[in-house]
């Protein structure tokens, strides 16, 4: 298998890496994967001619992400590589250098794992049921079964660690890693629901860094 060849990232990537370091404190390992996916798009693009990720259009980022599919990359690695370039282009709208994020109408890749075959559909029912009655219920279950959690990472969640804007959230997991975990748009909606209604209304004027609260208690 050959190497690829070396290419020079643009300055509004080159900025952008600079972002995550410095302002947005991602670990270094977190950050080389940025950069590795990142560096994998602008070849794609100058595959296509050339162009930088700031005057790239809609159809170079289609392509793109059709190009992954057909490369045989597992869904949830397709995911991490659209959340790096779905960060660029969110940081260059933010910053007024583009006007609209052109990977607005890109859809995330199915992620997530199938429900346990243990569990019975019946209880599969209620937990749904359940979920309709509270956000936090709804939170609970996008992060475990949309997002593919486990149970230990999603008990420390804080707030430092969700980037609801890029679309990913930073957890801790064995051996104390970080790993960057993609959310897809209604993982995404649900937490944004209970940030805004019910975990206010839970912690009744208290403060605390974790996400998931109960009334009276962190």
């Not at 600079?18 to 390992?29: G, I, Q």
């Not at 798009?41 to 162009?51: A, M, N, Q, V």
């Not at 170079?60 to 490369?71: C, E, M, P, V």
């Not at 660029?88 to 007024?96: A, P, S, W």
Request: proline fraction near 6%; glycine fraction near 8%; include cysteine.
């Amino acid at each position: 298998m050959t190497r690829a060849e070396p290419i020079d990232l643009p300055s509004e990537v080159r900025d952008f890496l600079d972002h995550l370091a410095f302002e947005r404190n991602l670990a270094v390992n977190t950050r080389m994967a940025y950069e590795r996916d990142l560096t994998h798009f602008c070849r794609h693009l100058k595959s296509r001619g050339g162009c930088r990720p700031i005057d790239a259009r809609a159809e170079d980022l289609s392509a793109w992400l059709a190009n992954l599919g057909r490369s045989g990359r597992a869904p949830r690695t397709q995911a991490r590589m659209l959340v790096a370039v779905r960060g660029l282009y969110r940081y260059l709208v933010r910053e007024g250098s583009l006007e609209v994020d052109p990977t607005e109408r890109l859809d995330m890749p199915k992620l997530g794992r199938p429900l346990p075959k243990v569990v019975p559909h019946d209880a599969v029912m209620a937990m749904m049921k359940a979920a309709r009655e509270s956000a936090r219920d709804q939170v609970v279950l996008a992060l475990l079964y949309g997002a593919g959690l486990r149970v230990s990472e999603l008990v420390k969640l804080t707030l430092e660690s969700l980037y609801l804007d890029e679309g990913f959230v930073r957890v801790r997991g064995k051996g104390d890693k970080e790993r960057v975990v993609p959310l897809g748009p209604p993982v995404v909606e649900r937490v944004k629901i209970y940030l805004e209604v019910e975990r206010p209304v839970a912690l009744g004027g208290r403060l605390s860094e974790r996400l998931l609260v109960g009334r009276g208690r962190d």
